[in-house]
T-cell receptor, first 112, second 115 residues
Framework: AQSVSQHNHHVILSEAASLELGCNYS??????LFWYVQYPGQHLQLLLK??????LVKGIKGFEAEFIKSKFSFNLRKPSVQWSDTAEYFC??????????FGAGTRLFVKA | EPEVTQTPSHQVTQMGQEVILRCVPI?????FYWYRQILGQKVEFLVS????????KSEIFDDQFSVERPDGSNFTLKIRSTKLEDSAMYFC?????????????FGSGTRLTVV
C-alpha cells in the first residue's frame, strides 16, 4: 500500500532562515507528487506538483521541491522563509488512480 | 479564480443524527472527492466520484456514508447515523479533466462536531 512519511511534525524557524521539509513515499511505480499548504483557518491549497520531466519543480511563493527517485523523496525547500509562511504543509502522492495519499503534515511556525 | 464552495462551514449534530454536507465543485470539473481531517491528524481520503458513480472509496467510507450528485452542480456527502468519531473537518475537492490525478482544488471545509 502507498504511504507518505513527513519527517518533521513541527518546525520553528526565524524569518530569513532556509527551509527544508522532508517527504518520503513508498510506492514502486510511477507517481505524481504534491505539496499542499494550509494556512491557519484556511483550506488546502496546491503549492506545487511533479508528474514528469525536470525533477526540480518550482511552485508559488518561492517554494521548490526536488524529486529524487532513488530515494523515494520529494523534499520541499525555500531559501528564505517569511512570517507569512506559517502554515501546515502536506506532502501527497498519487499513483495515477483516484486516491491521493497525504502525509501527516508539518506545522511550520516562522518567528518574526 | 473559480472556487469549490462548501456549506455549512460548521455543523454541530447529535450522535445518531443524519447530516448532509454540501459542495459545489468548479463547473467544468469532472472528478469529485471527499477527504476528512480529524483534528491534529492527517488528511484522509474518503471517496472519489466520476461519471455519476463512486470510482474508489476507502475503508472509512462504510455503509453509513453515501455521496450523491443530485442535480449536476451539487455534490453531497451524507452520514446516516453520526458517531462521535465522525467529528472532523470534511473537505470536498474537484479536479478538471486536464489536471493530473491528485492536483485538486479544495473547498474551505465543513467542520462537523458530533456531540
Amino acid at each position: 500500500a502507498q504511504s507518505v512519511s513527513q519527517h518533521n511534525h513541527h518546525v520553528i524557524l526565524s524569518e530569513a532562515a532556509s527551509l527544508e521539509l522532508g517527504c518520503n513515499y513508498s510506492y514502486g511505480g510511477t507517481v505524481n507528487l504534491f505539496w499542499y499548504v494550509q494556512y491557519p483557518g484556511q483550506h488546502l491549497q496546491l503549492l506545487l506538483k511533479y508528474f514528469s520531466g525536470d525533477p526540480l519543480v518550482k511552485g508559488i511563493k518561492g517554494f521548490e521541491a526536488e524529486f529524487i527517485k532513488s530515494k523515494f523523496s520529494f523534499n520541499l525547500r525555500k531559501p528564505s522563509v517569511q512570517w507569512s509562511d506559517t502554515a501546515e504543509y502536506f506532502c501527497a502522492v498519487n499513483a495515477g488512480g483516484f486516491k491521493t495519499i497525504f502525509g501527516a503534515g508539518t506545522r511550520l511556525f516562522v518567528k518574526a | 479564480e473559480p472556487e469549490v464552495t462548501q456549506t455549512p462551514s460548521h455543523q454541530v449534530t447529535q450522535m445518531g443524527q443524519e447530516v448532509i454536507l454540501r459542495c459545489v465543485p468548479i463547473s467544468n470539473h469532472l472528478y469529485f472527492y471527499w477527504y476528512r481531517q480529524i483534528l491534529g491528524q492527517k488528511v484522509e481520503f474518503l471517496v472519489s466520484f466520476y461519471n455519476n458513480e463512486i470510482s474508489e472509496k476507502s475503508e472509512i467510507f462504510d455503509d453509513q456514508f453515501s455521496v450523491e450528485r443530485p442535480d449536476g452542480s451539487n455534490f453531497t456527502l451524507k452520514i446516516r447515523s453520526t458517531k462521535l468519531e465522525d467529528s472532523a473537518m470534511y473537505f470536498c475537492a474537484s479536479r478538471a479533466p486536464d489536471r493530473i490525478p491528485g492536483g485538486y482544488t479544495f473547498g474551505s471545509g465543513t467542520r462537523l462536531t458530533v456531540v
